[in-house]
């Protein structure tokens, strides 16, 4: 049987009236969604995003990880 383990995201308080999120936010709702997918495949590697070279650009080999557009995980970056 194998365990689920479950992981914590912390929030500040004023995450959604920072300038950044804001922006996302007025960019379309799928900016915030790739953030908050990049921030949890970040949590198993203390924040980091783990770049294994397989594609030319930072942004593609993200998106491919995630499974969103390139475009936008640039936009997002």
Known sequence: MSEKR???????EDFFTSKRIKKLRNLGADYLIIYLKMQLKALKTDGVLRITG???????????????????VQVTL
């Open 6 to 12: 479950y992981y914590w995201v912390k929030f500040k």
């Open 54 to 72: 397989l594609e030319k650009e930072i942004a593609d080999e993200i998106a491919l990880d995630i499974d969103e557009d390139t475009d936008k």
